[in-house]
């Protein structure tokens, strides 16, 4: 298990860099596959077999599609091409440091406390794990499930329009 | 032996402000975009750590909440980015100020 989970948080590690420093878009959109991969491991890890196999099917298999199909339509730029810019990205750098110790800090000083609930990997594993996850979103997070429903409608609408729009 | 909960959420952490550098110093709004999943990503790994080390299935059904609402933004976002680039404008975040005018 630690073996497994260092082998995946490495690989994590690695495609996250490679999605934010390769130079073209396709390569950064290929890692960007690879790391979701890696995260719906860590789910299968984390017992979230639910979320594996979401993850699996709508991210690394639609939104991902959507990226490398844009990115092959329109082959945009690398980076390269872009005319060179100043000291922007040591910004970034100093920021990015800044942040992680912040929330390493608060990690470490606060320590993990919360009340345990009822839903043991044992009552998971009795009921099923989408079957539990089915009951949760259909009765407690009924409401959050809806709007997220009226939230999907409405990005379809607003695509079509944007995509059906007259470019002057 | 299993892992403890902070391993996964140091991972998160550490993902998260990968994803938080390359929105700032990347310049192609795909990539851009592509880090904000990043991020995205990095906020379910803590919301399903959470969700087991504390027995609970709410941090479950978050992120799988996370994951729609992230595939709507897409879904414009890209739209959005098509349009830009039929306008033939420029694919770079700095020089984009169409909405300054």
């Given at each position: ?16 860099i ?17 790391n979701m ?32 199909f ?5 082959n ?9 810019r ?24 606060h320590?993990l ?44 609408v607003g ?10 | 032996?299993?892992?403890p ?15 938080a550098?390359?929105?700032?110093v ?6 851009v ?53 039929r ?15």
């Amino acid at each position: 298990m630690v073996i497994g989970f260092a082998i995946v948080a490495a690989w994590e590690l690695v495609t996250a860099i490679g999605v934010v420093a390769f130079r073209r878009p396709m390569y950064n959109a290929l890692s960007l596959v690879a790391n979701m991969l890696g995260l719906a491991v860590l789910f299968l890890m984390l017992n979230a077999q639910f979320l594996f196999a979401a993850q699996i099917i709508v991210y690394a298999g639609a939104v991902m599609v959507l990226f490398v199909f844009i990115i092959a339509l329109m082959n945009p730029q690398a980076d390269i091409s872009f005319r060179p810019r100043g000291t922007e990205w040591i910004y970034g750098v100093v920021f990015g440091v800044i942040f992680a110790a912040l929330l390493g800090t608060l990690l470490f000083n606060h320590g993990l406390t919360g009340r345990l609930g009822a839903f043991t990997p044992e009552v998971i594993a009795a009921a099923g794990n989408v079957q539990t996850i089915g009951i949760a979103l259909y009765t407690r997070f009924l409401f959050p499930v809806e709007v997220t429903s009226v939230l999907l409608l409405v990005a379809a609408v607003g695509a079509v329009y944007l995509a059906m729009r007259r470019i002057r | 032996m299993p892992v403890p909960a902070y391993t996964f959420l140091l991972l998160s952490g550490a993902v998260f402000t990968l994803g938080a550098i390359g929105f700032m110093v990347r310049r192609n709004p795909l990539v851009v975009f592509m880090c904000i999943e990043l991020m995205l990503n990095a906020v379910n790994l803590a919301f399903a750590t959470m969700s087991r080390y504390l027995n609970s299935l709410d941090g479950v059904v978050f992120a799988f909440l996370v994951i729609t609402v992230a595939a709507a933004e897409v879904v414009v976002g890209i739209a959005i980015i098509v349009q830009v680039y039929r306008a033939g404008r420029q694919m770079d975040v700095d020089e984009l100020d169409l909405m300054k005018e």
